[in-house]
């Protein structure tokens, strides 16, 4: 079970740390809100509720169709093919363009869409990216299908999701706590480098899942009941 939780943390937190809609959100909270430290939290609060429901609804239509072995290896391949282009395109933005996490010039017009209650914008906002969606239809269901995370092991689905989500909230909340008490920026060459790692690590890990499912395929697939 630690290898489900330590691989989902690690795969939720690379994502985390790529700049983004929820990002940006929880930046405008840190310094729009009267208690903007809590902002990080309760955004990754409401943007684990959402992640809930999905893991959920995900694993009740896997049930159904992977018990065809094409489709269970598609979804691995698959997956690990969108984390390695994820890793590869998150290098080349890193090296191509300025890699830089500001407070101090966040401007009201820069934040578009919901500007409400955290909690709300936690799902709001994760629900307009699409990119959300797409992570999850292809990386996330691959990681869940990789890892053996069904209904017929509770703990692992907790396990998954509590490492999943973790992976948000090491991030995100720190990044409210720094806004809200007047930090400016990150410092770009350590975030810039962090980056790079977490594009190696995608890279080999989709590496990993796509050559595993074809090699070395686990059919012991999701169950109901």
């Not at 500007?115 to 990681?143: D, E, H, M, R």
């Not at 991030?171 to 920026?185: C, D, E, K, Q």
Request: net charge neutral.
């Amino acid at each position: 079970m630690i290898d489900i939780f330590f691989i989902s943390f690690v795969v939720a937190l690379t994502g985390a740390l790529s700049p983004g809609p929820v990002l940006t959100f929880t930046i405008y909270k840190s310094l729009k809100s009267e208690k903007g430290y809590l902002a990080g939290l309760f955004i990754t609060l409401g943007h684990a509720t959402l992640e809930l429901v999905l893991i959920i609804a995900l694993l009740l239509g896997a049930s159904f169709f992977l018990q065809n072995a094409y489709v269970y290896t598609t979804i691995g391949i698959v997956g690990g093919i969108l984390l390695i282009v994820y890793g590869i395109v998150v290098i080349k933005n890193t090296y191509n363009n300025p890699i830089e996490v500001s407070f101090s010039d966040m401007k009201e017009e820069d934040m578009k869409g919901f500007k409400g209650n955290s909690f709300l914008g936690g799902i709001i906002v994760s629900l307009s990216n699409p990119f959300w969606t797409l992570w999850w239809a292809g990386i996330g269901l691959s990681l869940m299908v990789q890892l053996d995370v069904s209904f017929q092991k509770p703990l692992g689905i907790l396990f998954f999701f509590l490492g999943h989500e973790l992976g948000d909230l090491i991030w995100f909340w720190p990044i409210s706590v720094f806004g809200y008490l007047g930090g400016r920026t990150l410092n770009p060459k350590v975030y810039r480098w962090v980056l790079i790692i977490c594009g190696i690590f995608m890279i080999f890990f989709g590496s990993y899942m796509a050559l595993k499912v074809l090699f070395f395929p686990n059919y012991n697939l999701f169950i109901i009941f």
